[in-house]
């Protein structure tokens, strides 16, 4: 009809769980790390237009359907819609439905809540007509500002894998971390095993934390043998 405003089509967009080969935990205290993406396990993001009802979030596998900013300023899923809002310079966000749906195993160091608000970052700039804010880098940004959640000090390798989509050699820097993304050369095949204990990322990385301050000395060390063998890891793997 003449003069009818169009409405903003459906668009959805997805992000790969991701595995640390090398690096785990030792990343958050400046040593390399690679990460590769698990590119069988993915988390969707879907935006689907509403006439009304504000914007409203869906998450099936949680048994979640809500409005936005109704679980409290601490929800990742509200943070990473309000964030993208932010950096569009929105005053207000068209009614909207977000339904985000995942199969990669949660608190299960995998890169879940990561590749959650990745997927919704880039799928909402998508639908906002924001190209620039669903580029690699805008998305692996507002996703590393919500990791402060999950991780309470996260690293930066998590949010890097999932939205670039590739192998990362990563080292924690300031004031911009050291970020080469790279090609394997052979196949790589990896079988990774899920026990179905659940385990708080935050947590684990506040225990290693505390261990780290009580023993300074040994485990910088331990740090620094690390760093030595993962260089030659990507040597490897480029090879």
């Not at 880098?137 to 991780?151: A, G, M, Q």
């Not at 930066?156 to 080469?180: K, L, M």
Request: net charge neutral.
């Amino acid at each position: 009809m003449a003069g009818q405003k169009e409405e903003t089509a459906p668009v959805s967009a997805s992000a790969p769980g991701k595995i640390i080969l090398f690096g785990e935990h030792a990343v958050v205290y400046g040593r390399p790390a690679i990460a590769v993406p698990l590119t069988h396990v993915r988390a969707t993001a879907a935006m689907s237009p509403a006439r009304s009802g504000g914007v409203v979030l869906i998450a099936p596998d949680l048994g979640v359907k809500r409005r936005l900013a109704e679980a409290g300023p601490d929800d990742a899923l509200d943070l990473t819609v309000l964030q993208v809002q932010s950096a569009a310079g929105l005053t207000r966000l068209p009614h909207m439905t977000i339904t985000v749906s995942s199969d990669i195993p949660i608190a299960a160091g995998l890169g879940s809540g990561a590749a959650i608000t990745a997927a919704t970052t880039r799928a909402l700039a998508c639908f906002l007509g924001l190209g620039a804010l669903a580029s690699d880098r805008w998305v692996s940004d507002l996703t590393f500002e919500v990791e402060k959640i999950h991780h309470g000090t996260p690293s930066g390798i998590d949010n890097t894998v999932v939205a670039y989509e590739r192998p990362v050699y990563f080292i924690r820097r300031e004031p911009q971390n050291i970020i080469e993304t790279f090609n394997v050369q052979q196949p790589l095949h990896l079988l990774v095993g899920d026990t179905g204990i659940s385990s708080s990322t935050k947590a684990v990385v506040g225990d290693v934390r505390r261990s780290w301050k009580k023993a300074v000395s040994y485990t910088h060390l331990r740090a620094h043998e690390t760093g030595s063998g993962i260089s030659y890891a990507v040597f490897c793997l480029k090879m």
